[in-house]
């Protein structure tokens, strides 16, 4: 390497507060020229390791950077030092150590180089030129070997070439046929949730069961509306399709529609309410829901708005009091959107099947035919019958697993999907919801494929609406 060219002024680095000193001596000029190999790098940027290592080597403590004080101590602690067979003055440690640059240094690749032959020639070689070290010039050729060395160093292996495995070896396992991987067990995609403490994977099967257990009570009357005097099905569709148009205008989550309709079904399964009361228990029923779901639950005073002022809050709050004291403040309702993530873990969270899904699975809240199916078994068919339309492949024994229910067990209720799908549109409300952009125009997507494929499902009398057939 070159000797380093004295300039005028010294490039000081930026960042350094400490470094004030821009004079050029002789001296320091002179200990430029010092072979670069023979004495250690001190260069004002180093790399901890190497600093630590040069401190610890001296048995001194690591000096500040850029420190000029603690330079100066060091170089009075250690006097004078041979570098190369000569005596160098304290200053040119000085100089040597803030003179350099404070770019990259350059000896690095050939402080690297003794490392890579043999230490032990070197050793024999040096006892044989005397006890004197060598001159400064000889240092950069390679020592003159004897035949016992040279045949010691070719015989010793070197290990940074010799030791790993010939290339041959190396191919050899990937190429080797590798056995087929046995079959996944679908009990064990909870395994992939352990890190995860919101996932609760440890419990999830055990909340699932719970939660199947608990549907048993929580389904209402399917009959209810043979012993109310003044409504009808098509009536209760009505007011669920205003409830919608609430629901999404109030940006409330899925849950709370879900227990809000389950709340009215089992309230008007004890109790006969009369037909101008009906909006009543609707309201009502939303707003117990969103106590219940919600993190900030919209007030009362929205609701009273939504309705046309056509209840006072005190009516509504004096409704609350009583809807809850006839289902005995139980509402503890499994709900479908908790079977239908639970499912579409297993259908790895396609988000086009799970919204398909949604869709599906909603069908239920306005078809009264769908009340005496259970919500997993209604989640199980609505995440079925998306992935038939989207053509994601067969119920496999995974997806059977996370969903409780088999291929066969689901048809019923898919029959069921399909004919409200195939018919004209009665709930302008929940079509138009679920036809923008936000929810992929899965209900566009879902009358078309249903129109197409209804006689395989055996759908009669597509043209007729579903208040015609019920």
Not at 51 to 66: C, D, E, F, M, S
Not at 294 to 302: G, K
Request: proline share 7%; glycine share 4%; hydrophobic share 40%.
């Amino acid at each position: 390497m070159p000797p380093a060219r004295p300039a005028r002024r010294l490039v000081s680095n930026e960042n350094d507060e400490n470094s004030n000193s821009t004079r050029m001596t002789r001296a320091k000029a002179a200990a430029l020229n010092v072979d670069e190999l023979a004495m250690p790098a001190k260069g004002a940027l180093q790399t901890k390791r190497s600093a630590v290592n040069a401190n610890t080597a001296a048995g001194r403590p690591r000096a500040a950077l850029g420190d000029v004080s603690n330079v100066g101590k060091l170089g009075a602690a250690d006097g004078k030092k041979a570098v190369g067979g000569k005596a160098v003055s304290k200053g040119v440690g000085l100089v040597s150590k803030a003179a350099q640059p404070t770019g990259v240094q350059k000896n690095t690749t050939r402080a690297s180089r003794p490392a890579l032959t043999s230490k032990e020639p070197m050793k024999a070689e040096v006892k044989k030129t005397g006890p004197g070290s060598l001159p400064q010039g000889q240092k950069r050729r390679a020592p003159e070997m004897t035949t016992s060395s040279r045949d010691a160093s070719v015989t010793e292996p070197e290990p940074a070439r010799k030791k790993p495995q010939p290339e041959a070896a190396r191919v050899e396992p990937q190429t080797k046929a590798r056995p087929a991987p046995e079959p996944v067990d679908p009990g064990h995609l909870d395994d992939d949730d352990l890190d995860d403490p919101l996932m609760v994977a440890e419990y999830a099967n055990e909340i699932f069961e719970y939660l199947r257990d608990l549907e048993c009570s929580s389904i209402p009357n399917p009959n209810y509306m043979e012993h109310q005097d003044t409504l009808e099905w098509k009536t209760r569709g009505i007011l669920i399709d205003w409830l919608i148009e609430v629901h999404t205008r109030f940006h409330l989550l899925p849950e709370t529609l879900f227990l809000a309709i389950n709340i009215i079904d089992r309230f008007l399964s004890e109790k006969v309410v009369e037909l101008d009361r009906l909006q009543l228990v609707g309201i009502t029923a939303m707003f117990i829901a969103s106590k219940y779901e919600e993190v900030l639950s919209p007030h009362v005073e929205n609701f009273k708005r939504i309705a046309d002022d056509g209840f006072s809050e005190s009516e509504i709050l004096s409704a609350e009091r009583f809807v809850l004291s006839t289902l005995n403040y139980d509402l503890s309702y499994p709900n479908p959107m908790n079977f239908l993530r639970r499912v579409s873990k297993a259908d790895n969270y396609d988000i086009q099947s799970r919204t398909i899904g949604k869709y599906l699975m909603e069908i239920s809240l306005l078809d009264h035919r769908f009340m005496e199916f259970r919500p997993s078994h209604v989640a199980a068919a609505a995440m079925y019958l998306a992935r038939l339309m989207l053509d994601r492949g067969e119920w496999d024994a995974t997806l059977a697993y996370y969903a409780g229910y088999t291929e066969e067990e689901v048809e019923p209720v898919v029959q069921l999907m399909v004919d409200y799908l195939a018919r004209p549109v009665v709930h302008e409300a929940f079509f138009k919801k679920y036809a923008s952009k936000k929810f992929l125009k899965a209900s566009m997507l879902a009358r078309q494929w249903a129109k197409k494929n209804a006689p395989l499902f055996e759908v009669m009398d597509a043209h007729l609406s579903l208040d015609q057939i019920s």
